[in-house]
């Protein structure tokens, strides 16, 4: 990465114009990046420069090194927080991939591989006896579900937000008949797509393919 003019000491505070604030940040906005041509912004003895075009193979082109903190309630929370907003970005961006096409449906995990995969990161952390992998896992996942249901999606709690929405505009709630048809279908759409998905994750795990 120094041929590309980044070097030992730079604080890198933006991917391609978008902000970031820690390690997770930082992947996840290089992985969202379609063509791995990167444009960051460093911080670099007390001044911001653009370091622009550099190219990448993988988000793993070079090493993260992370600096250590000291705990105490403020960097504790204000950590948390920044955890907490970097992984609703990235929801959102892969949802966003996904409707897109730079996802496949294949790439999709139902609760079979969520459950394989809380059980693979266990094994980790109970071997090695670090359980903040395990516990950023259900972070991610809790975050993840929150999210979803706040989708303008029929059978959802965004969808009745979305109800509320048009009654708060318009003066007058739809009818309930309405609704109810409509929370109906958006219910039967999403058991059938939850019936998909766990079928591929059958497949994968007697394929032995895997899940990530």
Do not use: C
Not at 24 to 45: K, M, Q
Not at 110 to 123: H, K, N
Not at 182 to 192: D, F, Q, T, W, Y
């Amino acid at each position: 990465m120094k041929k590309a003019g980044l070097k030992d000491g730079d604080v890198i505070t933006a991917v391609n114009g978008t902000a970031v604030t820690d390690n997770e940040a930082l992947a996840g906005a290089i992985a969202a990046d379609r063509d791995f041509t990167i444009d960051f912004t460093v911080l670099r003895e007390n001044e911001t420069l653009e370091i622009d075009k550099v190219k990448m193979m993988t988000v793993t082109a070079f090493d993260f090194v992370l600096l250590g903190e000291k705990k105490n309630v403020f960097t504790v929370v204000s950590g948390g927080v920044k955890y907490a907003l970097t992984m609703s970005r990235l929801v959102y961006l892969s949802l966003f991939d996904l409707i897109t096409g730079r996802y496949g449906f294949s790439e999709l995990a139902g609760p079979i591989g969520t459950v394989s995969v809380i059980a693979d990161m266990a094994q980790e952390s109970a071997a090695s006896a670090d359980w903040s992998g395990i516990l950023m896992i259900m972070a991610m996942i809790t975050i993840n579900i929150g999210l979803f249901n706040l989708l303008p999606i029929p059978a959802l709690d965004g969808g009745r937000l979305f109800f509320m929405l048009i009654e708060l505009v318009f003066r007058k709630p739809v009818p309930a008949k309405y609704e109810g048809w409509v929370h109906a279908v958006g219910m039967v759409l999403l058991l059938l797509l939850m019936a998909v998905v766990s079928f591929s994750d059958i497949w994968k795990w007697i394929s032995g393919v895997g899940f990530y």
